[in-house]
Nanobody, 127 residues
């Protein structure tokens, strides 16, 4: 069982920055094929934001946030981060962390079955 806890959300002005964190735990030793960030705005479907391979090199960022958002990982503390710069009002959403513990290991990052989810953290960007 994998447990994910997000933090770092809040209120920011347009053009500002926030950094989200997602701490993972799971039994004796946490492991995953990939971890990702998704977001869901009110009245909209959940959308992929970014993902990173856990035990290999590789990451992917959605076109809508490319150049502004950066995903990173720190395996020593089982945590991923989402650095969000130049925030826009349309970035307002609940951001969810997710983990994929089922492969294959070389699947595209957007194709993993992300079976474990955090509770979400709210990000609100004002003009």
């Amino acid at each position: 069982q994998v447990h994910l806890v997000e933090s770092g959300g809040g209120l920011a002005q347009a053009g500002g920055s926030l950094r989200l964190s997602c701490a993972a735990s799971g039994g004796y030793t946490f492991s995953a094929y990939a971890m990702a960030w998704f977001r869901q705005a009110p009245g909209k479907e959940r959308e992929f934001v970014a993902a990173v391979r856990w035990n290999r090199v590789g990451s992917k960022t959605a076109d809508t946030v490319k150049g502004r958002f950066t995903i990173s990982k720190d395996q020593a503390v089982n945590t991923i981060y989402l650095q969000m710069n130049n925030l826009k009002p349309e970035d307002t959403a609940t951001y969810y962390c997710a983990a994929a513990t089922v492969g294959p290991w070389n699947a595209p990052l957007t194709d993993f079955r992300y079976g474990f989810w955090g509770q979400g953290t709210q990000v609100t960007v004002s003009l």
